[in-house]
């Protein structure tokens, strides 16, 4: 098959799975959207959240947007690849390029806004934990969802039990959601027997507990870019002496 023919071969794999990525993603953020039960309605209940909180909201547009790139990235690797095509290829190492640029500006940008990130985060803890006190038992839509919200996560409001504490549902039943105890029974589930960490905490506590693998998952994407930029450059290059 020869060097030529086995980069082909790589760079057709390989875009073939950031184009089936891509439709994931795209798919993913599609329902984002479309999906009003989502846990991103939560935000769009809670009155005066903070200004900044409001762009999660756009998380759907995000994913849209990332999936859409990676589509056209797919594209046009799979294309220029088996069709020799240095049209394609040239603007697929412009646009990984950009993406690879722009995913280094993105994390710089988190690393230094790092703090700000915490206080907006306490300002939304803030919020939600008054929404709680204020419609959780009262509100069926906001109870809904926290109850979806806590059976899906298994965790208990944002911080902790103490977030129900003054809501009308603790106020009429002087108990706790059932999510906030093991194993309890609507009757029993009162501020002695609520121990399950809050919701806040627990993604937290996976964020931190997986940092490693994040970053490993961060620093294989790099290099799986850096490849492909590489291989696309070299598939350009062959393909231009050929055609002299």
Known sequence: MGCFGFLKVMMFAFNGIIFLAGAAILGVGIWVKVDSGSILGLLKGIKDVPAEMNQILN????????????????????????????????????????????????????????????????????????????????????????????????????????????????????????????????????????TITGCFPKFKQLIDENTIGIVAVALGIAALEILAMVVSMTLYCIIGSKSD
Not at 91 to 118: M, T
Not at 133 to 149: I, M, Q, S
Not at 156 to 182: A, K, M, V
Request: glycine letters at 8%; one cysteine or more; aromatic letters at 12%.
């Open 59 to 194: 998380v759907g547009y995000l994913l849209i947007a990332v999936g859409a790139v990676l589509l056209i990235i797919g594209f046009l690797g799979c294309c220029g690849a088996m069709k020799e095509s240095r049209c394609m290829l040239l603007l697929f190492f412009v646009i990984v390029l950009v993406v690879f640029i722009a995913e280094v500006a993105g994390a710089v940008v988190i690393l230094v806004f790092k703090p700000l990130a915490g206080e907006l985060i306490e300002k939304l803890g803030t919020k939600v934990v008054q929404n709680i006190k204020k419609d959780y038992g009262e509100n069926v839509d906001v109870t809904a969802l926290w109850n979806a919200t806590m059976d899906t996560l298994k965790c208990c409001g944002f911080y902790n039990y103490t977030d129900f504490t003054g809501s009308p549902f603790e106020i009429r039943t002087h108990l706790y959601p059932q999510q906030c105890c093991h194993g309890a029974v609507f009757s029993s589930c009162n501020d002695t027997s609520a």
